[in-house]
């Protein structure tokens, strides 16, 4: 089984690099990531179609002031927001758009800026704080620890299972030259570090950032004009929590039941993937999820990772460019970046962090509000 | 700066947020949760909510809800988030009510090392803090039995 109708193909991607950039704007930041996606592609401004800009907190109009920063050729923009996803979510659309003949060449730039600190959640519109937020229960660590907690609880994974995600994470970003944090960390130091939520400490939550990234996309037809050596965008699909009586879901979708979906449409299984981006805001991400994608069994994602299935040299490398742990998370730019470092990975362009043979790449990316999990291949 | 009787008796209590739990007569007592009902197919839910899920009734009914549950995660908040009135270190839990309804909520009186997942729990008034005129706004945790 596989797809049908017209193959959508990755031809361009690039970033600005993410980390604190207080003199530049939004626009600044979207440009930058653009221009480099545009020269990886091979391609004029002028060939793109449509644009799509994944960002959270930037308002109305900050799509159009990025592209303008191009060029001026009419096209539509649409703003996407899915919170920590919505830059993958943008780009799902985006394939829609070509599948549908709407348009063929399109840009996603993913983008955001964000002040320092945890994210104040706990308000209503008005900035009145609710009753959710008085009772202290809006804190974003709390739901990745919660899910751990059970975790350990269930199936006897330890606080240092989880440490170890970002371990890994660290060693990556070490060697991404655009990562936030590219300094390695130790076990020692990651739960030596400020506990934040138990078993959550400072070092295994993602830090806020600024950064841009951009995906150009087109059909098979027109790729074949650009390269010899297409990389396709197979399946891309999103959800939202399913309600089941009686179970208790702590999770921003249900991630398993739409990667069996996206395996099915894919015509793939588990099996087949080579290399992953998993979303690590916080480590439990990873732990939970490499189960819920197949890589193993139900309840055994902290030995896995543990034991250094994860890792770049492991049997399914996952966020081997730093992931949200260290590269950043400028929420609208990272779906974008996730399916960056997996183009880079499936091109054999991804230099001290390349997977050998790595011809089928998964993306999993949550947001508050939905999931989208997607998969790549040569 | 005792609270004679006359005080103690003029002495309000005032929920944090209407309509989620019912107060107790005094402040000795324990609140009770409202949720929602379904009058077609008998699910529960906690915050009440307009519209069925499980069968998709329009229009459920207010109930109250078990004040005994079981903890079935938690975590301890190490960081006060923005906003909050309760300072950390503080313990958060998801409890399960026999309704099959899961809800969030804060721990009180408890020791933050022995939190563990099985726990019974029940539910108890919390003082979060005075109001203008002097009225106790309260909200509910759960406690250790």
């Not at chain 2, 300072?87 to 409890?95: D, F």
């Amino acid at each position: 089984m596989g797809e049908d109708g017209i193959k959508v193909v990755v031809l361009g991607v690039g970033l600005h690099p993410f980390g604190r950039f207080p003199e530049k704007s939004v626009a600044d930041l979207g440009r930058t990531a653009a221009l480099e996606a545009v020269k990886d592609a091979g391609v004029d401004y002028k060939d793109i179609q449509a644009g799509y800009c994944g960002r959270v907190v930037a308002s109305s109009g900050v799509g159009l002031s990025i592209f303008e920063e191009l060029g001026s050729t009419g096209i539509p923009v649409t703003n996407v927001e899915l919170a920590c996803a919505s830059s993958s979510r943008a780009t799902e659309l985006a394939v829609n758009g070509i599948k549908a003949g709407a348009h063929d060449m399109c840009m996603i730039v993913g983008v955001e800026k964000m002040p320092r600190g945890m994210l104040p959640v706990g308000f209503g519109a008005g900035g009145e704080v609710s009753f959710v937020g008085a009772m202290g229960l809006a804190l974003l660590p709390g739901e990745y620890a919660l899910q751990a907690q059970r975790h350990m609880a269930l199936y006897g994974s330890r606080p240092e299972h989880f440490a170890q995600v970002s371990v890994k994470s660290h060693k990556n970003g070490a060697l991404n030259p655009y990562a936030q944090y590219q300094v390695p960390l130790t076990l020692e130091e990651v739960m030596n570090s400020r506990m934040v939520a138990d078993p959550i400490t400072l070092y295994q939550c993602c830090p806020t950032s600024d950064g841009a990234s951009a995906v150009i996309l087109c059909s098979e037809g027109t790729a074949r004009r650009y390269t010899t050596k297409p990389v396709y965008l197979v399946a891309s699909m999103g959800a939202t929590p399913i309600y089941t009586p009686g179970e208790v879901n702590l999770s921003e979708g249900p991630t398993a039941w739409l990667a069996q979906r996206v395996y099915e449409k894919a015509g793939m299984g588990p099996e087949d993937i080579d290399v992953a981006q998993c979303h690590d805001a916080f480590t439990p991400g990873e732990v939970l999820t490499v189960e819920k994608l197949g890589f193993c069994k139900e309840g055994e994602g902290g030995v896995f990772v543990w034991e250094g299935n994860t890792e770049i040299t492991g049997r399914k490398p996952v966020n081997t460019d730093g992931g949200l742990l260290s590269r950043g998370h400028p929420m609208g730019a990272t779906g974008g970046a996730m399916i960056t470092e997996i183009v880079r990975q499936l091109r054999g362009e991804a230099g001290p962090r390349q997977v050998a043979n790595a011809k089928v790449g998964m993306i999993h990316n949550a947001g508050i509000g939905g999931i989208q999990v997607s998969i790549l291949s040569t | 700066m005792t609270d004679t009787k006359e005080e103690a008796k003029t002495k309000r209590m005032v929920p944090l947020r209407e309509g989620m739990f019912r107060l107790p007569e005094s402040p000795d007592g324990k609140p009770v949760l409202l949720g929602s009902r379904c009058p077609r197919c008998a699910a529960c839910y906690f915050p009440k909510r307009h519209i069925c899920i499980a069968c998709g009734q329009n229009g459920l009914d207010e109930t109250e809800l078990g004040q005994r549950g079981k903890i079935w995660t938690f975590t301890i908040a190490r960081q006060t988030p923005p906003g909050s009135w309760i300072e950390a270190p503080y313990a958060i839990a998801v409890v399960e009510l026999p309704e099959k309804v899961a809800i969030r909520t804060v721990l009180a009186d408890v020791d933050l090392d022995a939190v563990k997942v099985g726990m019974d729990v029940e539910i108890t008034l919390a003082k979060m803090k005075e109001d203008q005129e002097g009225n106790d706004i309260v909200s509910y945790k759960f406690r250790p039995i």
